[in-house]
């Protein structure tokens, strides 16, 4: 669901450029020149100004872990030849964190037929033309941790547009979400959690909790092991009109981003410094093994991402840890700590 | 392609036993009447020859590889309830092999309407009938060694065929290949494998060899990263009786499963004990994340394996490495060995 923000993939689509025509390379220099120009506020387009808000977020959050960790994070920026670009700050081997990575990416494309078919299943204000142009972004964030007690975190949020061949837009629709994936399971820090992403999914509907926390746990399993990926948390797509106004939902978008802090600092300060033994720390490989599989065969962004030539590859793949490890029938001990992480995650909890 | 030979994938589609009619079930309990009270020779049914082929030669690599490495392999073995079933043999943190996998499996069972569709794109005497029963069996393996200079290798040889509802045979054909990956490119590892090889198709048929071995660069392909898994070796498919007889294609079977030995054992032997500093090992561990990267994103027979219910996940995944890493934006040295093996990586070389 998520490759098309982390790289280059549409570009492949993109048709041989007509000059006269308005696509979305122009709109790409027409959103540069308004930037330049005439700065961002509440009237602008709203993907600049959610552009401008995962900016700001990224720069933040960068901080703020780069507080925890005592290390500075590597920030790579690139252009995509047709129109976007992207931010990738990573933290490798840190004090603190193994691998964390918090990458943002613009696209600006056309979409093919099939895909467009696809979509218009959700939104049904897409047209049904040969080509669509298209604008998407978002920030994406994997956290490892090197201490086995201390979670890793993933989140997301995205924001996608289709534009009328006039440039005006189309269809729009917001989509994300953040979830843990403890090694060592501590109900304090899975509730915690819960709870942050509730307070802020409440402020706007009380609905959208029971519903993105459902989801969340259905679209992170791995299925082949019959087991979440993790903890859960939230997850969302096709946020568009039929839920809420586009103002409305980058309110939540916005409430849900600003929660992440709160939401993790706490467990990671609790968690950074715990003492752990080796087997432990064989434990948490066994289940980063976990999480390489589900993001290399169920993640839909991640398949889809590498399928396509012309990818940033190293940014797709900057959410798999730095080292993971598969162990032939390694099961955990009747009774133990392990176990009950496994039965979490074959039955999965309400947190909160 | 090699998913239904390791675990019970298609049990789930296999229909409600319908006594009256001869179906897999009834086909598995008569083989097994068949090896008990007539044993198995020339004039056995092509399964029931290669079935004791493969378990020979299982015995046969599992003892050679316990003298190379000193340890000894555990074997599991395991039934299927609808018929069939298999042995894996793992060692595992060995004292040459970081892991090392040697299995077969043995399936029974019914192949549901898309699944034949599919087949008959290859297969034009499969009927066109709701349902038929199939026969599949095979013998995988995959060794990782622990010394960066040693190769990981693969191999995976099988048999598959299907029955008319009176249970005579209607289509079979065999499949397979063999094929080496290093961390560290020595030319003359991988001339000698090539060359084994090439001796053991050049014998049946001298076309063999040139087309399994751009098989096997096509196959074995990260796409994403543009480049190969290894330096190759030979792989098909579809080998049937458009190609040759029943009883040449299982002479050349075997003599490219007993070409194994010969065409790794040298190699193993003069690599495993080579001094590797730290930061070879890392290479290593990285170039084990592409490995990794390949059976989880690109291999046909895993992705459909892991997708269906009910399969056994450890024989599937005994392919992957002990350990893996990923690290952001690794690069080799320009002019280094590491860049060397990337360069024949996105370029394969004719070896022999």
């Not at 289940?287 to 993640?299: M, S």
């Amino acid at each position: 669901a998520i490759a098309y923000l982390y790289n280059g993939t549409w570009s492949n689509y993109i048709a041989t450029q007509k000059p006269t025509k308005f696509d979305a390379r122009t709109l790409a220099d027409l959103d540069e020149r308004t930037k330049r120009e005439k700065g961002i506020d509440e009237n602008s387009p709203m993907r600049l100004r959610m552009e401008k808000f995962i900016r700001e977020q990224q720069k933040e959050i960068v901080f703020e872990l780069e507080k925890v960790d005592g290390k500075s994070f590597r920030e790579d920026t690139w252009t995509r030849e047709k129109g976007g670009g992207g931010v990738s700050c990573v933290l490798q081997e840190g004090n603190v964190f193994e691998k964390a990575g918090v990458n943002i990416s613009v696209v600006y494309g056309t979409l093919p037929k099939p895909a467009i078919s696809k979509m218009r299943v959700h939104h049904k204000n897409i047209a049904e033309e040969d080509e669509v142009d298209f604008y998407a972004l978002g920030l994406s964030m994997v956290l490892h941790p090197y201490n086995p007690m201390a979670p890793t975190v993933h989140l997301n949020y995205r924001y996608f547009e289709t534009m009328r061949p006039d440039g005006t837009p189309q269809a729009w629709w917001f989509g994300g979400g953040s979830d843990l994936t403890p090694s060592y399971l501590f109900d304090e820090d899975a509730v915690h959690f819960h709870k942050t992403l509730k307070d802020a999914c409440d402020k706007h509907n009380k609905d959208y909790y029971p519903k993105f926390k459902k989801w969340c746990d259905e679209y992170f399993s791995n299925t082949h092991r019959g087991e979440s990926r993790g903890v859960g948390g939230i997850f969302f797509d096709d946020l568009d009109e039929t839920v809420a106004d586009a103002d409305n939902s980058f309110a939540f978008i916005q409430d849900c981003l600003k929660s992440f802090l709160p939401s993790y600092l706490p467990i990671i300060q609790r968690r950074k410094d715990m003492p752990f033994t080796e087997k432990e720390k064989e434990w948490q490989q066994v289940r980063r093994g976990r999480y390489v599989e589900f993001n290399l065969v169920h993640d839909r962004g991640t398949a889809f991402g590498l399928n396509v030539p012309g990818s940033r590859v190293e940014s797709i793949l900057m959410s798999l840890p730095l080292t993971a490890s598969w162990r032939y029938m390694y099961e955990p001990e009747p009774r133990s700590r392990e176990q009950r992480l496994v039965e979490v995650l074959k039955n999965p909890k309400e947190w909160v």
